[in-house]
T-cell receptor
Framework: AQSVTQLSSHVSVSEGALVLLRCNYSSSVPPYLFWYVQYPNQGLQLLLKYTTGATLVKGINGFEAEFKKSETSFHLTKPSAHMSDAAEYFCAVSDYGQNFVFGPGTRLSVLP | DAGVIQSPRHEVTEMGQEVTLRCKPISGHNSLFWYRQTMMRGLELLIYFNNNVPIDDSGMPEDRFSAKMPNASFSTLKIQPSEPRDSAVYFC????????????FGPGTRLTVL
């Protein structure tokens, strides 16, 4: 069985500050890990993913995430927040692309 | 590519009425998923199909919900009769079954049952 934990339901940062959204997972097989972003009244859009290989993955809009097996984590970061980054962010885990389990989401607010 | 297409984008109906939501997956994708999103419960997987065959419908809330995929390019999610607690945003997603590791989401259908 797989599960995803996003402990923070809401994160606020100032424009230009570091963004850190935390994700921890559990999986009985080597996980595929994903971050999706959802803007208001839109569907989920893939930000980045880790399947195999390099543990630091880069995505769109300057976001990146690092897979840390020892910590069962896949935290999402961005060095400098922009107002347009305000959205809901979902972490997801999958077993080789088959069954997807999504976390509860973290709403990111960016303050001017 | 047009992406996953869902219709209607918004649906308002009265309790007891039948509601049909539609989805067209990305061409070439042969795995299709239906999700429901609410504030209280977040994103829930309702059912998914591989090659038009339902694989897991354990997330379907009750018998009022049914889903079909008559061909590779079309799926429906039907609620009959609808209830106010069914109000939510319903998303369809698709992926390639062989070698495809990413789900691609449609824009969703916002359903309001009065």
């Amino acid at each position: 069985a797989q599960s995803v934990t996003q402990l923070s339901s809401h994160v606020s940062v100032s424009e230009g500050a570091l963004v850190l959204l935390r994700c921890n997972y559990s999986s009985s097989v080597p996980p595929y890990l994903f971050w999706y972003v959802q803007y208001p009244n839109q569907g989920l859009q893939l930000l980045l993913k880790y399947t195999t290989g390099a543990t630091l993955v880069k995505g769109i809009n300057g976001f990146e995430a690092e897979f840390k097996k020892s910590e069962t984590s896949f935290h999402l970061t961005k060095p400098s927040a922009h107002m347009s980054d305000a959205a809901e962010y979902f972490c997801a885990v999958s077993d080789y692309g088959q069954n997807f389990v999504f976390g509860p989401g973290t709403r990111l607010s960016v303050l001017p | 590519d047009a992406g996953v297409i869902q219709s209607p984008r918004h649906e308002v109906t009265e309790m007891g009425q039948e509601v049909t939501l539609r989805c067209k997956p990305i061409s070439g994708h042969n795995s299709l998923f239906w999700y429901r999103q609410t504030m209280m419960r977040g994103l829930e997987l309702l059912i998914y199909f591989n090659n038009n065959v339902p694989i897991d419908d354990s997330g379907m809330p009750e018998d009022r919900f049914s889903a079909k995929m008559p061909n590779a390019s079309f799926s429906t999610l039907k609620i009959q009769p609808s209830e106010p607690r069914d109000s939510a945003v319903y998303f369809c997603a698709s992926r390639e079954l062989a070698g495809g590791d990413t789900q691609y989401f449609g824009p969703g259908t916002r359903l309001t049952v009065l």
